[in-house]
């Protein structure tokens, strides 16, 4: 980054033309370039939107816009510095003269990617978490995600975080004051396992946040979802009608689909990442098929959930697994949980089912699976009926999808629930969560001898827990992860 003390300036709305373009400032002399830009400054009330003529600063003849202008002086503003937005109409020829006019004031440069939110960091305006929902906002692409980051720009993890660091402090103050005054008349009875006390119950909540299975950061970055099946069930149609776009090549050929490909999704409000991958069968002689099949089943293991695709053709006889037979892991993986079946072709339903009652069909489809020596139990069981030609089946499974995802992952992010604790969102956060336990840990262990030197040991653990989740807000060692962060914004963020 640049001098920290330099006045900035950029583009904060999105290139290219538009109804109106908001272009913001921020630092020092901030005041006076409206008072060269602006005539009639002294009309300005902060925080109050103003019609007025932006004029060169070089010549005041040349009026570059008649814009809305805004003036937030320090400390009241985003980034805690004085602040001015112009928002001019967005027209490419009016965004760069007022750009071009700002670039030949002394002083004056173009703000780095995301130096206004350091700036609003490092004037304490946020902290680390926050400026972590506020990238997640600005990245969010489903409502699921954005209901969860709003609540991390709203400043729940540090909140939560914050007061668990404070309880730490407090604690090591104690433990200070019971080393120091311990032999003396003034220090209160019982301080020490008071102490124990409060770091037992905190050692409580930072297992309960952290078992989570993995909801906030699954909900974050999207729900993996693998796409598993014999060959021609229809694994790549399912695709493409999920993207509602061409992603997969589908083809009557067995072994078409032979890598993984990924596409993600907005389903029902919630991210997905889907995967396609290669059929499954037993015999192939083509290397390259074997090793798609081989990353097939390496998808369906590693993915948050399943699709295994079948041909409704396939419960036509029940002691036959067809080109699955010799396949293995094949019954492993739709015994897994947030596992769907979906017997595909529904269109071309044998005779002996076609007639039946859709709950009589699904009852046919657990008596082929237990035949086969699957046991699902009743919360994973999700059968699916399904033509990719017709449609039929389609709602029923877009339902079955988004609402399992809710049942699942959301329970705990939801913003419905305000009695709920925000959950993890990144995996920085629970790596440092975890050092804290750890930390805690180590306090635990000597916390039940009290002499002066163990208690010494004891307090130096509380204060590496306390460092711990200070990484998590910034309060320490955090440069590495601002300039990673910082990446992720734009010029005027």
């Known amino acids: 980054m640049h001098d920290a003390h330099s006045t900035i300036y950029a583009l904060s709305s999105h290139p290219g033309k538009s109804a109106v373009a908001v272009i913001r400032l921020s630092g020092p002399q901030t005041k006076n370039v409206l008072q060269t830009m602006v005539p009639f400054t002294s009309l300005l009330r902060p925080r109050h939107a103003h019609l007025a003529r932006l004029v060169h600063p070089m010549d005041k003849t040349n009026v570059l816009d008649t814009c809305l202008c805004l003036w937030f002086p320090t400390p009241h503003s985003f980034t805690g510095e004085d602040m001015a937005e112009f928002h001019v109409h967005g027209g490419t020829a009016v965004i760069d003269s007022v750009l071009g006019a700002l670039g030949q004031i002394r002083g004056l440069r173009m703000a780095e990617r995301g130096e206004f939110s350091r700036r609003a960091f490092d004037n304490e305006k946020m902290d680390l978490t926050t400026l972590e929902g506020v990238a997640d906002l600005i990245n969010a692409e489903t409502e699921a995600q954005r209901k969860l980051a709003v609540r991390q720009s709203r400043g729940e993890l540090h909140q939560l975080y914050e007061g668990w660091r404070k309880t730490l402090i407090e604690s090591m103050a104690l433990t200070e004051a019971y080393i120091d005054f311990s032999e003396e008349e003034n220090i209160e009875d019982g301080i020490y396992p008071q102490v124990c006390e409060r770091v037992n119950m905190l050692v409580a909540d930072i297992r309960r946040h952290l078992d989570d299975k993995r909801r906030g950061e699954i909900l974050r970055n999207g729900v993996s979802l693998s796409i598993v099946g014999p060959p021609n069930s229809g694994k790549s149609t399912l695709l493409n009608k999920l993207a509602q776009r061409q992603v997969a090549i589908v083809s009557p050929i067995a072994g078409t689909t032979r890598d993984i490909v990924e596409t993600t999704l907005d389903v029902g ?128 499974l877009m339902h079955e999808l988004a609402e399992h995802i809710r049942r699942s992952w959301e329970n705990s992010s939801s913003e419905r629930s305000n009695k709920t604790q925000m959950p993890l969102t990144k995996a920085r956060h629970r790596v440092h969560l975890q050092r804290c336990l750890d930390h805690l840990a180590e306090f635990q262990q000597i916390n039940n001898i009290e002499d002066t030197e163990t208690v010494v040991l004891a307090a130096e653990e509380l204060r590496r827990a306390a460092d711990a989740l200070g990484a998590i807000t910034g309060k320490v060692g955090i440069e590495d992860v601002l300039d990673a962060l910082f990446g992720q914004f734009c010029i005027g963020k």
């Not at 098929?289 to 081989?294: A, M, N």
């Not at 295994?308 to 396949?327: I, R, T």
């Not at 699957?374 to 399904?386: C, E, K, M, N, W």
């Open 269 to 396: 409000g919630y991210p997905i990442v889907v995967r396609d991958t290669a059929g499954l069968r037993k015999s192939s002689s083509d290397v390259i098929e074997i090793e798609g099949i081989r990353r097939a089943i390496e998808s369906a293991r590693d993915a948050d959930a399943r699709i295994f695709m079948l041909d409704v053709k396939q419960l036509d006889g029940l002691d036959s697994a067809g080109v699955l037979d010799g396949v293995a892991d094949w019954k492993t993986l739709l015994e897994l949980p947030h596992t769907f079946v979906v017997f595909n072709k529904a269109d071309q339903m044998p005779d002996s089912l076609s007639g039946q009652s859709q709950r009589r069909q699904v009852e046919l489809a657990r008596e082929w699976m237990h035949a086969h020596g699957i046991r699902l139990s009743q919360a994973r069981d999700h059968i699916v009926f399904l033509s990719c030609k017709t449609d039929d089946g389609w709602d029923s």
